[in-house]
């Protein structure tokens, strides 16, 4: 029987706790494992980050606009022209906007990247957007539960895009919008994997959010504060290095997918009409 040299046992057990690493990072313990996250339900595969590591919502944002200031009012103008949209492609983009299971979530971006992102096609980049998705969700709940603002359809007794959603979100605070910490936050974290389309994908993260302005599911100001809580956990998930070895990991399959041209499967050119209709802009 040979022997073998300290020196090649070294490098064996070198490249063994590489591989045994780089599994780890491709498939974290617990990572299917179901959760739930405060007015979104259960049915979230586990995300990067224990939830007590996601940065508090309630220090990063001030408290909702006051009554009878003028970022209160900017509040109301915006749901009011949001009204127009009803029954319209922007209404009907809003609703898509508003589903977060999978697998329609992970087309909300194809269009700005310009591919097909399903489990078959983009496997570590489909599940990097399902684990960033929990803890962007959760990103949100200190501040809403301690100001617990009312929702405008609430207020307003305005129709809402998603009637199935009443009366989980009649008991679900408002500000920041929890919706658009993701959006904002894939937006962003796309933008760092395919930065040759960091314009399209900023501009889909911006009128995702509005998206919950046309849903009257939600405020400006709660839109555009969890805008600044999904960017304050992006740069939390930074520091866990299983985020980005999935980065790396979702940068090859995006340049791989352009290799195949595997376009997106939805319509982008109605979607892009639709979404050219910017309710906080309306005349």
């Not at 979100?169 to 994997?193: M, R, V």
């Not at 930065?195 to 009128?207: F, K, S, Y």
Request: hydrophobic share 40%; charged share 20%; proline share 7%.
């Amino acid at each position: 029987m040979k022997n073998t040299s300290p020196i090649a046992t070294w490098h064996i057990s070198v490249l063994s706790l590489a591989l045994t690493l780089a599994a780890c990072a491709g498939a974290p313990v617990g990572v299917d494992q179901s959760v739930s996250i405060a007015g979104f339900g259960p049915g979230f595969v586990a995300g990067y980050l224990p939830e007590e590591a996601i940065p508090s919502s309630l220090v990063q944002v001030p408290p909702p606009p006051a009554a009878g200031s003028a970022a209160l009012a900017l509040d109301h103008d915006v749901a009011q022209r949001s009204f127009a949209l009803r029954d319209t492609p922007r209404w009907t983009q809003a609703i898509a906007d508003a589903d977060l299971t999978f697998p329609n979530a992970a087309g909300i971006f194809s269009c700005a990247l310009g591919i097909t992102i399903s489990e078959t096609d983009t496997p570590r980049l489909y599940r990097l957007l399902r684990r960033t998705l929990t803890d962007l969700g959760r990103s949100t709940g200190t501040a809403k539960r301690h100001y617990d603002r009312q929702r405008p359809f609430v207020e307003n007794g305005q129709a809402m895009c998603t009637p199935d959603w009443k009366q989980r979100l009649e008991h679900d605070g408002s500000y920041p919008s929890g919706h658009n910490a993701i959006g904002w936050g894939w937006a962003l974290i796309l933008a760092e994997i395919s930065p040759e389309q960091v314009d399209a994908l900023l501009v889909r993260g911006r009128n995702y959010g509005e998206s919950r302005n046309v849903c009257n599911v939600h405020w400006h100001s709660d839109v555009m504060q969890g805008r600044l809580v999904g960017a304050g956990t992006v740069a939390r998930l930074h520091a866990d290095p299983v985020f980005r070895a999935d980065l790396v990991a979702a940068r090859s399959e995006i340049d791989n997918s352009r290799a195949q041209v595997r376009k997106p499967t939805r319509d982008c050119l109605a979607e892009a009409a639709a979404l050219a209709v910017q309710p906080s802009l309306a005349q």
